[in-house]
């Protein structure tokens, strides 16, 4: 089993900036992509960015880019999604999710590891 954590949500005022944290156990996510994903209501989930374990690559959403920036801590097993520039909209819970294969992917379906979600509220 591969279970993922997310934390490091809360309440912040618009225009601030929080960063996620996604901490693997069961399982190294070497080898692995890992993305970060949010949910709006009455949508599917939305991809926000990518990064693969192994290489470093990244990808963003269009939504995102600029803004967010996602990184991983080798030896703490853990990636990360710093989250600049807020907005009030963007208050909804983001996921974690992780699939084996070290690329990139842009849809829910290609990941088959996720979190119970971190709230985030974003104040205006």
């Known amino acids: 089993q591969v279970q993922l954590v997310e934390s490091g949500g809360g309440l912040v005022q618009a225009g601030g900036s929080l960063r996620l944290s996604c901490a693997a156990s069961?399982?190294?996510?070497?080898?692995?992509?890992v993305g970060w994903f949010r949910q709006p209501p009455g949508k599917e989930r939305e991809f926000l960015a990518a990064?693969?374990?192994?290489?470093?690559?990244?990808r963003y959403a269009d939504s995102v880019k600029g803004r967010f920036t996602i990184s991983k801590n080798n030896a703490k097993n853990t990636v990360y999604l710093q989250m600049n520039s807020l907005k009030p909209e963007e208050t909804v819970v983001y996921y974690c999710?992780?699939?084996?294969?070290?690329?990139?992917?842009?849809?829910?379906?290609?990941?088959?590891?996720w979190g119970q979600g971190t709230q985030v509220t974003v104040s205006s």
């Open positions: 999710a992780a699939r084996e294969y070290p690329v990139l992917a842009s849809s829910r379906d290609n990941y088959p590891y």
């Open positions: 069961g399982r190294r996510f070497s080898g692995a992509a």
């Open positions: 990064v693969t374990w192994n290489g470093g690559s990244t």
